[in-house]
């Protein structure tokens, strides 16, 4: 994190720990200032463009209030038979989610967005990735749910928490999943002049 007194360079708009800890793995010092924005959340929506605007309305909010800053918002979402699942409100929704998960593919979905007053700059990417479930008993789905904290989480789980119980396999990006695609970060920041 940066304590530049001429302000923060590059800025996180996330609460989210995992994003935090993708992008430091990345290298970059940031600041965090997470946006406070009501995202849309329909279970009927088109997952690619919902994603897509939650992300650009988390980086839009707080680049308004930075505008020298590089400001990063993402937004992660479950994808299943034409169903979102976003974070479960309770344990009793985490667990139908991770019922109607069990033993079938689905994609998750992040969207990035990078924004830049100043200049201007508006870059969007989105990154897919399939995940497909083991097929879980209802003693596995509760282990899980003792194990791990759902609720902060789409689709009601958690790849990088004990996913070797749930998870069968995945295809292409496993920091997508984890809510920061990070080749893709890598690209959008390089593009915005901040290369590494
Ligand atoms: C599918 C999956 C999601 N997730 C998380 C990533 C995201 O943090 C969360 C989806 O919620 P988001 O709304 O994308 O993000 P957030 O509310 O955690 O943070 P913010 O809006 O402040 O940026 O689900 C995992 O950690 N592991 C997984 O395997």
Redesign the pocket.
Known sequence: MTSDPKGPRLIL????P??RELLAGLGYEFSIV??EVT?HEAPDADPRAMVAH?AAL?ADWVAARHPDATVI??????FIERTVL??PRDAAEARAMLRMLSGRTHT?FTGLAVRRLRDGLKLDRGVASDVTFKALDEATIELYLSRVHTL????G????EH?DLIVAGFTGSLTN???LPVDEMKQLLTQAGLGR
């Open positions: 708009a996330s609460a989210s995992r994003r997470p946006a995202e939650n988390k918002g993402a937004d992660t979402t479950v976003n974070k998750v902060d989480k789409a689709g789980y958690g790849i990088q996913g999943i984890v809510g």
